[in-house]
């Protein structure tokens, strides 16, 4: 319990905000360690309060896990050129970013993307209870063609890895209708950030709006790229010049343990 409380304070340190918001993301911290020690039991829809927000997921794993990897990390922040950025979620999960959005840029529009229906459920009930204005959500995963695709998951309803790829998302198949983020952006004029966390699905994005010429729509990316799944032949240089071509700078964070592993590598695609 002191190695947890000590972690949860250097934790608490590293989050960006006021004394008093620190002090607050301490008790969050040290709340939900609690809850998903004491409350094992997966897919019964829990909730957790923080930042005056209220989210819904269905274990408190789940919960912590993405309040440390888009809150204390800030793997998501960017610097936009409008007090009203416009941002689109693919994969958007339980809605954990939305909400980190919301509270750096609260008159942004957001358009948010999640193929699974049991996170999209509870995406919908967190919006609808904090009364989040001008979101937009929708239950399709994102392909490079308009067609019905196979979703894997697991045990786990509300698991971070479900995924076109049944390798990567569990033994469970769901089919989900799949839709071209290029249709979306055709009437859009600018978009300010695409933030995407797809699992496996970001190569057949990219590729569609490339493809489309849609991808200098967008000011900046930041994707997550899952590279070496199930030993895959590495494409990672393909997919770095598609944005070289289009213009685009980036920053890699990634670390690995063992040659060959399987890494998520996030990358963010700015102008400069």
Partial sequence: MITTLFYNLRNSKR?????????????????????????????????????????????????????????????????????????????????????????????????AFEANPYAFKLLEKTIQFNKINNVELHHVALYDKETEVSFFIGDNIGTLVGSIRKERGGSSELQIQAQKLSDYLKDIGSVDLIKMDVEGAEINIVHDLFESSCINKVKEYIIEYHHNMNEDKSRLSSFLQKFELSGFSYNIKATFTNLNSFQDVLIHFYRK
Avoid: W
Avoid at 50 to 59: E, P, Q, V
């Fill in 15 to 111: 989050f960006k905000g006021t004394y008093s918001e620190k002090v607050s993301t301490f008790f969050t911290l040290t709340r939900l360690k609690i809850k998903s020690k004491l409350f094992k039991k997966r897919n019964v829809v829990v909730s957790e309060s923080f930042f005056n927000y209220k989210i819904y997921g269905y274990d408190y794993d789940t919960i912590n896990h993405l309040f440390n990897e888009v809150f204390i990390s800030n793997q998501y922040y960017f610097q936009p050129s409008s007090p009203k950025p416009l941002i689109i979620d693919c994969g958007a999960n339980i809605g954990m970013a939305v909400l980190y959005f919301k509270r750096l840029f609260p008159d942004s529009k957001i358009i």
